[in-house]
């Protein structure tokens, strides 16, 4: 069974900068498609950002595009989000998930596995 545990969350103050961890286990990530996504309470999960098998293709949500870099180790079975000159409006609980699709997708419904999450909380 595949499981997925965030860390890193926080207060941070706005401008700051966060980086976010997802240890998996169960399974290689060398073959998945992992993203990050994130939800405000209330609302629906958004995606922000997905990175191929290899590491090497990534998509990014316009929201966080030139702040937000998502990168993976496979020797470690880790993905990150680096998140820098965070806002206010990012704050949310992120949650890391996996994907057996072939290539990059950002529909929630696409992906398999999911983390139980980690909350950022960003002050003005």
């Known amino acids: 069974q595949v499981q997925l545990v965030e860390s890193g969350g926080g207060l941070v103050q706005a401008g700051g900068s966060l980086r976010l961890s997802c240890a998996v286990s169960?399974?290689?990530?060398?073959?998945?498609?992992m993203g990050w996504f994130r939800q405000v309470a209330g609302k629906e999960r958004d995606f922000v950002a997905s990175i191929s098998w290899t590491g090497g293709t990534t998509r990014y949500a316009d929201s966080v595009k030139g702040r937000f870099t998502i990168s993976k180790d496979n020797a470690k079975n880790t993905v990150y989000l680096q998140i820098n000159s965070l806002k206010p409006d990012d704050t949310a609980v992120y949650y890391c998930?996996?994907?057996?699709?072939?290539?990059?997708?950002?529909?929630?419904?696409?992906?398999?596995?999911w983390g139980q999450g980690t909350p950022v909380t960003v002050s003005s």
């Open positions: 998930a996996a994907s057996r699709a072939i290539g990059i997708v950002t529909n929630t419904q696409m992906y398999d596995y």
């Open positions: 169960g399974r290689t990530i060398s073959t998945y498609i």
